[in-house]
């Protein structure tokens, strides 16, 4: 079968990428398969209707946002929902990916200063496997987001509900959790794109050249090659 | 709303642009007397039968207040409080209702352009238009004041009777009055008044008599004489409200820190890409590790 799809031009390595990752095919090595992706693009997706619906709302700056959904009013119903998705997408997000993102000791040091050398081109890469630090630093950093964003979110959906203090908390915490995440998620998107050519492809086709992986992640490479010792 | 929209002097999520206050007008006030109010309640009537408020069901709160706390449809409630003391025994009275602060924590939290406003003449006011039902106004309020409602899911207070005011007339509790406790007029002439009644009060041996205008909230165009000036939270009043410290430091640290920190994200981005270049555009060194090729 396979050989046919070959022989009429079929992308042999995006079929595989339906429902295997971490395998070679061809010059390329299969990164993320089809639910993997399809997982963070939810997130992704959900995360950028939120910020659009929520930013007329930080600020009146951001109102020509609001006005591409009818309005601020309109905004309000829609944001908690949004909010919903985006939590329920990252916590299936959380348990596809917690078993792979387990941190040893060595990646903690990627909170800090390892982050700066990575980014000054001064780390070394040696010793990274499929995921290096950073990314799993920024794969708590979103788990977390979800977390403050819903309970926050929640108390601020319902005036009648909750009252106070708690509101005033809820503002706070939504607030400084909005801030810290769209910082990071800027960061993902420049290193996930323009920063490290060959990269978004992972994210759509679900494929990386060999090249890639032996630059960016080489003891993932040396362990799908066979040559890791 | 054509005409007054040349008296806002303050509108929330405003931008540049946003205020549109050409006209100085004086500052006005009601003045409320709880110690010659006599509990009679013609202001609640009043205030629901001009503003053509619907009954809402009352609850026994166990004294003869009309309802436990003010309502999306009840903007005007005499509180009740029975109250023990060293020199005796006060059965305390008090018009609550939206204080029309000086610096209104509503108005400072409120997300929606335009959805309340301050006149020229003090009163802040809520453009149900504009309002989203969000809520944070009653979060930013030191007074518990604006109240959500069910079926518009707007938020709601009173307005100092603002389609009367502006025509010359009292608001319509005021004139319902039967004891003289409540007067309306400008801030100034309010202030004249208040401070004669509490000299009387203190005359008649309440020694803390005094008015409750609190400057920490820009001074209110309501202001209220209490016979125990001292205690205010005997009347259901914060002793020195303000706008609350979580608000201040959203709009005045968080936001403006929020805007600097992404705008400084995206152009560090742009920065870092400009001086690092990308990364793995080096020529690689064969792939000599591969295994043959099928």
Not at chain 1, 1 to 10: H, P
Not at chain 1, 28 to 42: D, G, M, Y
Not at chain 2, 36 to 54: F, R, T, Y
Not at chain 2, 245 to 265: M, Y
Request: net charge positive; glycine share 10%; proline share 5%.
């Amino acid at each position: 079968m396979s050989s046919v799809r070959q022989q009429i031009g079929l992308d042999v390595g995006a079929l595989k990428a339906r429902d295997t990752e971490d395998v070679i095919v061809g010059k390329e090595i299969i990164r993320h398969r089809l639910s993997s992706r399809v997982i963070h693009w939810l997130v992704a997706d959900f995360f950028f209707l939120c910020a659009a619906t929520g930013l007329p709302v930080f600020s009146p700056v951001f109102g020509w946002l609001g006005n591409l959904f009818g309005g601020l009013a309109v905004c309000r119903v829609i944001h908690p929902f949004a909010g919903l998705a985006f939590f329920a997408s990252a916590a299936a997000m959380f348990l596809h990916w917690k078993r792979e993102m387990q941190m040893t000791a060595q990646e903690r040091g990627w909170v800090g200063p390892k982050l700066l050398e990575y980014l000054r081109d001064k780390a070394n890469h040696d010793q990274i496997g499929k995921y290096n630090g950073g990314q799993k630093v920024f794969f708590y950093t979103a788990a977390l987001a979800a977390l403050g964003f819903l309970v926050s979110g929640v108390v601020l959906w319902f005036p009648l509900t909750f009252a106070g203090f708690l509101r005033q908390l809820a503002i706070l915490v939504h607030n400084v959790t909005f801030i810290a995440f769209f910082v990071s998620i800027v960061f993902h998107i420049y290193l996930g794109t323009t920063a490290e050519p060959g990269t978004f492809n992972a994210m759509t086709r679900g494929t990386v050249s060999k090249a890639w992986a032996r630059i960016h992640h080489p003891k993932w490479y040396r362990e799908l090659m066979g040559t890791d010792k | 709303m054509s005409v007054q929209s040349l008296e806002i002097v303050r509108s929330s999520a405003s931008t540049w642009g946003g205020l549109t206050g050409v006209r100085s007008l004086p500052v006005l006030s009601k003045y409320i007397d709880s110690s010659s109010c006599i509990g009679c309640k013609a202001c609640e009537v009043a205030c629901q039968e001009w503003n053509d408020l619907p009954v809402v069901k009352t609850s026994q709160v166990g004294t003869y207040q009309t309802l436990p706390e003010l309502d999306a449809s009840y903007w005007n409630l005499i509180r009740f409080e029975e109250r023990e003391h060293e020199n005796g025994f006060s059965w305390l009275m008090r018009k609550d209702q939206c204080m029309h602060c000086g610096d209104p924590g509503c108005l400072k939290a409120c997300p929606a352009p335009g959805a309340i406003v301050q006149y020229a003449n003090g009163i802040v006011d809520v453009n149900a238009d504009q309002c989203i039902g969000c809520g944070y106004c009653a979060t930013g309020c030191p007074f518990n004041i604006p109240k959500f409602h069910e079926k518009t899911a707007k938020m709601q207070k009173c307005t100092l009777c603002v389609d009367r005011t502006r025509l010359g007339l009292e608001p319509a509790c005021v004139k319902s009055c039967p004891t003289g406790c409540l007067h309306f007029g400008t801030k100034e002439d309010m202030l004249v008044l208040a401070s004669q009644r509490v000299g009387q009060l203190k005359k008649n041996g309440f020694a803390e008599a005094a008015l409750y205008d609190p400057p920490g909230v820009g001074g209110t165009s309501v202001i209220t004489v209490l016979a125990f000036g001292n205690h205010p939270e005997w009347y259901g009043l914060p002793k020195d409200p303000s706008i609350p410290w979580t608000i201040k430091l959203w709009k005045n640290v968080l936001r403006p820190f929020g805007f600097i920190a992404i705008v400084g994200a995206i152009v560090g981005a742009f920065g870092h890409h400009l001086y690092y270049g990308n990364k793995g555009h080096i020529d690689p060194a064969p792939l000599d590790d591969e295994p043959p090729q099928a």
